[in-house]
């Protein structure tokens, strides 16, 4: 995968935390929160072609091509990643050694190598759900979705958190309303939990919607990755039978 904390790869996604206390239970400030949150959320909306257009996305497939910085000497993968509403995610690696698929539905999973194809185990399936969680495009919509709670931390900045508790904070582009960075801590198999930053660049649009065209992952502060998007297409028609197929 794109590095060790990781089980599809992050490109497209953006930063948010909730609170955890009920709606009908908020203070002034964390209502003040949440209301401002709202709003800055609706100016990235609108910046990355309205929210409606947003709400129309029901499928994205995404391939890139990942300089993975952090290995000795520099490797590149080819990534093909594939989502569909609402939880449905598929990422297809061609590594030196092999190729890495790895699925999940929302409520389980499995990833298969050259090795062989093994069922998520419980740690696995959290780190993927928490990943489709983070998806630029999921976030956007996050105030559509009454479960997800979404509040400002500075003037362009807010935290998107699910029930659980797992969160990210964006920080959007002053003059452009645009995300300039996600930034999030995740948990790592190999040790304890590490923050990750992933920024954005040369953003263009498809099919009437901005799409980051690169992308610069960094662990605890070191680049782990750079990635370049070559191609990105929304609504293609993706079906769950065909992406949940095991070579």
Do not use: C
Not at 152 to 157: L, Y
Not at 166 to 192: C, N
Not at 217 to 230: F, H, P, S
């Amino acid at each position: 995968m794109k590095h060790q904390t990781s089980i599809f790869n992050a490109t497209l996604w953006l930063t948010i935390v909730v609170s955890g206390v009920a709606a009908g239970q908020q203070d002034t400030g964390s209502a003040s929160e949440a209301s401002r949150g709202r709003d800055i959320l609706r100016h990235a909306q609108e910046a990355l072609g309205g929210a409606q257009k947003l709400a129309s996305v029901r499928d994205f497939t995404q391939t890139i091509r990942v300089a993975m910085e952090a290995l000795p000497g520099g490797v590149t993968v080819k990534q093909v990643n594939r989502y569909l509403a609402p939880a449905v995610y598929r990422q297809d690696e061609d590594m030196p050694f092999g190729k890495i698929i790895s699925y999940t539905d929302g409520a389980s999973g499995w990833r298969s190598t050259p090795r062989g194809s093994a069922t998520m185990t419980p740690a696995v399936l959290k780190m993927s759900q928490d990943e489709l969680f983070r998806s630029l495009f999921v976030l956007m919509a996050a105030d559509r979705d009454p479960s997800v709670q979404v509040k400002a931390t500075a003037p362009r900045t807010v935290e998107i958190a699910k029930e659980d508790g797992f969160s990210v904070r964006v920080e959007f582009d002053a003059s452009t309303w645009l995300p300039l960075r996600k930034v999030y801590v995740a948990a790592d198999p190999h040790g304890p939990p590490t923050e990750i930053e992933e920024s954005y660049a040369d953003w263009r649009e498809v099919d009437g919607l901005k799409v980051p065209f690169k992308m610069t992952i960094r662990q605890n502060g070191k680049v782990l990755a750079d990635e370049t998007v070559e191609e990105f297409q929304f609504n293609v028609g993706l079906k769950a039978d065909e992406l949940s197929q095991k070579p």
